[in-house]
């Protein structure tokens, strides 16, 4: 299976293909509105609104799976992070990251990219994947990086054909 056969769900239960961002660099992130990392939605955003026509899609995928720090349900994530931090790039279906429901996207993710001593599990809200223009996961990189921190990276995938 690759990344692009994967389905994912919208804050209103639609199916959404990744095969959608075949062709697009991918930022992907499990994301917590209440979770201290939050602040980064900003450089998120900022990635997106910078790199989106060059061909970036920043994905976020909120999760309830750590400290309880995503509360809110469906539509209402996505509102908070409009509100709050200004995001208008997609954020899907809350979601389980790790454990015995993890999800299919993040089965493929951690088994693609494993953290910090190999370990796939992923240990916090704001883990980034930064998948290439065929669908290969290049990299992982932990809660603490910054998006700022991800952007040269972003635009070296960006100008690869």
Request: hydrophobic letters at 35%; aromatic letters at 10%.
């Amino acid at each position: 299976m690759t990344l692009y056969d994967i389905q994912v769900k919208s804050p209103r239960g639609e199916q959404i293909q990744l095969s959608n961002y075949e062709g697009k660099v991918m930022l992907i992130v499990n994301t917590a509105s209440k979770c201290g990392f939050a602040p980064q939605f900003k450089g998120l955003q900022r990635l997106h609104e910078t790199y989106a026509k060059q061909g970036l899609a920043v994905l976020g995928f909120p999760s309830n799976q750590f400290a309880n720090q995503e509360p809110l349900e469906g539509d209402s994530i996505a509102e908070h992070c409009q509100i709050n931090h200004g995001v208008t790039f997609p954020l899907y279906a809350k979601i389980d990251v790790k454990g015995s429901n993890i999800h299919p996207l993040y089965q493929h993710l951690t088994k693609s990219a494993p953290g910090f001593l190999g370990l796939k599990s992923i240990k916090w809200n704001f883990t980034k994947f930064l998948v290439d223009r065929n669908g290969k996961v290049v990299k992982r990189f932990s809660p603490t990086v910054t998006p700022e921190k991800i952007e040269s990276q972003i635009q070296k995938l960006l100008q690869q054909k």
